[in-house]
């Protein structure tokens, strides 16, 4: 019967010792023996705190959170003393913390259970009035005590020991939240290095499958210009569809490309909104004279990578240019200004616009709305404008423009918050 005890022990405790190790209590912040203690997180968690208000409340000098392991007692917060580390044979709590229960002695030095203990010996302190309640976690593992102590005598009211136990569910709840913070911070890790494969996987093959595309569509141009290819035979429809898919594949793998390279280090400098503007223009001339667009812009100095920014322009406005509303000559007026340390950027177009349920949606890659008339694209335009926005710490919203389109405003943060120009 002892032995099946024991062993039954055996298996609770190890499901004890599994519940402190993913709360991050064994190690990490907590010291080893013969190390010195950094409370430094604990005092912003608020568990020192606690620690003096139980002690306040109470009624005597010192108070402690105590996480328990296998061979230690760990004081991780403490008021009235500097926090240590003993042996779980030398602690008070581990004799009684497994009980479940609120423990409160007048005098340890006439109870069996501590009359030889070094806390209450002298070895290491003179113990008498002594106090602790369990800190039971959400699982039902018993991390350790919420422990008041005294070297007289004492006692508590039942008002003072009602609190002692809010005080501890509330060590308890600040526990939980640092276990959750700390499941949340690995989690984003986890996202973020997932997101790093996945964009150098896209970058890799847009890349490795561009060179074999180009010679495609290389190759169906020179048939189309083959005089043995007839007018009226078939294949030149069928030369006409290949190298339309070609191109448009092409043009998303550029997408692609372009999506996984942005975002990374900055290369950051000052450069005119202006004139990163006219750049684009230049760029996007051929659609800009086939639908007669009109493109306004004033001008403030702006800070960030230039090559990126002008990424995000111009997939701005080539959406505007591309998402028109059908028998309207396109209107694009870009505004900038700054605000404080922010610059706001404002690309306001006549356009389809975007319906509000759609606004958050069309920000993810490949996330096309496939509505009739609406331009060629890949579903990466405002995905890379996110990637540009965010590696610059700044924020990016889609609005409605007053008698329809779209405005989509964007807020950086800025080192150059002079005055306009």
């Known amino acids: 019967m002892g032995e099946q005890r024991a062993q039954l022990y055996d298996v609770k405790e190890q499901a004890r010792q599994a519940a402190l190790s993913q709360y991050g209590l064994p190690g990490g912040i907590l010291p080893r023996a013969g190390h010195e203690y950094d409370d430094a997180l604990e005092r912003r968690s608020g568990l020192d705190k606690l620690a003096g208000l139980a ?14 392991t296998a061979e230690e007692q760990h004081q991780i917060a403490a008021a009235g003393l500097e926090p240590a580390v003993c042996s779980r044979e ?9 009980d479940g229960v609120t423990t409160v002695i007048r005098d340890a030095s006439a109870d069996p259970r501590f009359t030889a203990n070094p806390f209450v010996t002298g070895e290491i302190a003179n113990v008498r009035f002594y106090a602790s309640v369990p800190l039971v976690a959400a699982s039902g593992h018993v991390l350790g005590t919420l422990c008041v102590f005294s070297d007289r005598k004492g006692s508590l009211s039942g008002e003072q020991e009602d609190a002692l136990e809010t005080l501890a569910a509330q060590t308890v709840d600040v526990l939980e939240l640092r276990h ?11 996202l973020r290095r997932s997101n790093e494969s996945l ?10 499958l561009r060179n074999p595309l180009t010679a495609i569509i290389g190759y169906v141009e020179l048939s189309e210009q083959d005089p043995a290819v007839q007018p009226e035979s ?19 793998l550029d997408d692609l490309l372009s999506y996984s390279r942005l975002g990374g280090a900055l290369d950051r400098s000052t450069i005119s909104l202006r004139a990163l503007v006219s750049d684009i223009e230049k760029d996007l001339h051929p659609a800009i004279e086939e639908t007669g667009a009109i493109i306004e812009c004033n001008d403030i100095p702006l800070s960030g990578d230039p090559a990126q920014l002008r990424t995000l322009l111009q997939n701005l406005v080539s959406n505007s240019l591309s998402y028109r509303s059908p028998g309207k000559t396109p209107k694009i007026r870009i505004s900038g200004e700054l605000i404080d340390d922010v610059a706001v950027l404002r690309v306001i177009d006549n356009g389809r616009g975007i319906p509000p349920s759609d606004r958050h949606r069309v920000l993810e890659p490949l996330i096309r709305l496939q509505r009739d008339s609406d331009g060629p694209g890949s579903g990466l ?3 890379t404008c996110m990637r540009v926005v965010s590696a610059h710490e700044g924020k990016l919203t889609i609005g409605e423009t007053p008698g329809g389109g779209t405005t989509v405003t964007v807020s950086l943060p800025s080192a150059a918050a002079g005055q306009q120009k």
């Open 55 to 68: 002690a306040k409340i109470c009624g005597v000098p010192y108070g402690v959170v105590n996480i328990i």
């Open 90 to 98: 030398e602690s008070m709590c581990a004799r009684t913390f497994l």
């Open 180 to 190: 959750r913070t700390r499941l949340l911070d690995e989690a984003m890790k986890e």
């Open 199 to 208: 964009t150098e996987f896209a970058g890799r093959v847009s890349h490795d």
């Open 234 to 252: 078939p294949a030149v429809d069928y030369l006409h569809s290949i190298g339309g898919s070609g191109r448009r594949m092409l043009a998303m």
């Open 381 to 383: 335009g405002l995905a």
